[in-house]
Nanobody, 119 residues
């Protein structure tokens, strides 16, 4: 089983920044994409930012201009830098790994890391 472990969540003030990291413990042979999703209370899980192995990305409109997703295919890590956070960004953020078919198709999930933005 592919295992993903997230870190970097926490409590920040509005306008602050967080850097979320995810490490995939299994090999990358079947992992063509990695990324981040989030789920806020009472809402469905939504895409935040995803990236294929060759650098193609899909980023949520709400995150464009204030986030950056990066990956290291050798270390099997994906990092999401988020800036100018606001309370609407409060959610559990989940790392995902899976396929890339024009967009990411998640197959494996981390347990999530809480991001709370205070106003």
């Amino acid at each position: 089983q592919v295992q993903l472990v997230e870190s970097g969540g926490g409590l920040v003030q509005a306008g602050g920044s967080l850097r979320l990291s995810c490490v995939v413990s299994s090999g990358t042979a079947s992992i063509n994409a990695m990324g981040w999703y989030r789920q806020a209370p009472g809402k469905q899980r939504e895409l935040v930012a995803t990236m294929s192995r060759d650098g193609r990305t899909k980023v949520a409109d709400s995150m464009k201009g204030r986030s950056n997703i990066s990956r290291d295919n050798v270390k099997n890590t994906v990092v999401l830098q988020m800036n100018s956070l606001n309370p609407e960004d409060t959610a559990v953020y989940y790392c995902a790994a899976g396929l890339w078919l024009g967009v990411m198709i998640p197959q494996f999930w981390g347990q999530g890391t809480q991001v709370t933005v205070s106003s």
